[in-house]
């Protein structure tokens, strides 16, 4: 079997064996330098990514700029997908008593459960090839443009709204990457755009987060509206002019793929097991969980939340959220039922400042 031959068997292999273990979509990319990058800086220089400063470390930014940087004699890359695309219970999110939290944040974090698998993909691999193959997996948890790749090893196309939409799946997928220095037969990327005219994303981020395409056609964001951001990365308080802004969102957003007419047509009806929402997750009343979240310390909510997307803003952070959610919804009514004002006056008086300032903001929204 000649070289060419035998390369396009182990990656055809390969691609099955992901798909074996179960990941939705895999596909490969060249371990080029990014196409992205001047565009990546001239975001970072304008200061849109907000406190995320891992983002614009400049040994991070060298590292996505070239692969080889993060694993030295790369030569492949291979970019699995997972599924998460469960809707939300009936009545959420228009119900504003009960909190909204993003869909694919709702079960296991797939931080763990895309890399346990991709770890298994690595192992295959250098049983397949030698066990002096060098490989390195990331799951949205390193220096790697993951949606870049994504691109180049033919899922998708970026959407207005940043995110890669597959014509057959949408949006509503998690990346996963296996960086390797066995030689591999790259996909075709995907060079459509097939958002046409449409602006739906857009039109209904409430925040005006989504800034449109820059002159060389890529989307454009400003981190620091985005609703996501806010709940999940700020990790001080919530700008005033926003948090009315925010409604019912209390751990990211799922906007701008909701309206989407490519989730609404071709996204899956359910994501994979792991991401299905946990009890107390899917569209949790507000009341309710303020009382769960305020009886914790933040030692109790690490360990509630140690294999949960929402482990991330901590007890702090979900609070100030809820917080905020309380007072979006206070400010609809006439009379505030007294459980919510009991619950918002005991958050008053928590022993963190960013949870006691945004308790106090909700309560003065009554009425």
Aim: aromatic share 8%; glycine share 10%.
């Amino acid at each position: 079997m000649s070289a060419g031959a035998h390369r396009t068997e182990l990656t055809s292999e390969l691609k099955a064996e992901a798909l074996r273990l179960g990941f939705a979509w895999a596909g490969v990319a060249s371990a080029e330098p990014s196409r992205h990058m001047e565009v990546f800086r001239r975001w970072l220089a304008d200061r849109h990514h907000g406190q995320m400063g891992y983002l614009a470390r400049p040994d991070a930014v060298e590292c996505r700029a070239d692969l080889s940087r993060t694993l030295e004699g790369v030569r492949s890359v291979l970019v699995v997908a997972d599924v998460y695309g469960a809707a939300d219970p009936e009545g959420v999110p228009d119900d504003p008593r009960r909190g909204v939290i993003a869909r694919y944040a709702r079960g296991r974090d797939y931080h763990l459960v895309m890399a346990e698998r991709l770890e298994e993909v690595a192992g295959w691999l250098r049983r397949r090839t030698s066990p002096q193959a060098r490989t390195r997996v990331y799951v949205d948890s390193g220096p790697v443009l993951e949606r870049e790749l994504a691109q180049r090893a033919g899922f998708g196309w970026f959407g207005r709204n940043t995110m890669l939409i597959r014509p057959s799946l949408g949006s509503y997928v998690l990346f996963g990457v296996l960086l390797t220095d066995v030689p591999l037969v790259p996909d075709a990327p995907f060079e459509e755009d097939r958002c046409g005219t449409c602006r739906a994303c857009l039109d209904a981020c409430p925040t005006g987060a989504l800034l449109g395409r820059t002159p060389e056609g890529a989307p454009l964001m400003d981190a620091r509206l985005c609703i996501s951001y806010l709940t999940i990365e700020l990790k001080g308080s919530i700008p005033e002019a926003l948090r009315p802004l925010v409604g019912n969102r209390v751990f990211g957003c799922d906007i701008c793929q909701e309206v989407c007419p490519w989730n609404q047509r071709f996204a899956p009806p359910e994501g994979y097991p792991e991401y299905a929402a946990r009890e107390g997750l899917d569209g949790p009343e507000l009341v309710a969980f303020a009382e769960e979240l305020l009886s914790m310390s933040g030692r109790a909510y690490r360990r509630r939340f140690a294999d949960s997307p929402l482990g991330r803003p901590g007890r702090r952070g979900m609070l100030r959220n809820v917080c905020v959610a309380l007072g979006n919804w206070l400010a609809r009514l006439q009379e505030a039922p007294p459980d919510a004002v009991a619950v918002l006056e005991r958050a008053a008086v928590d022993r963190n400042p960013v949870v006691r300032e945004h308790a106090e903001w909700a309560l003065g929204r009554v009425g």
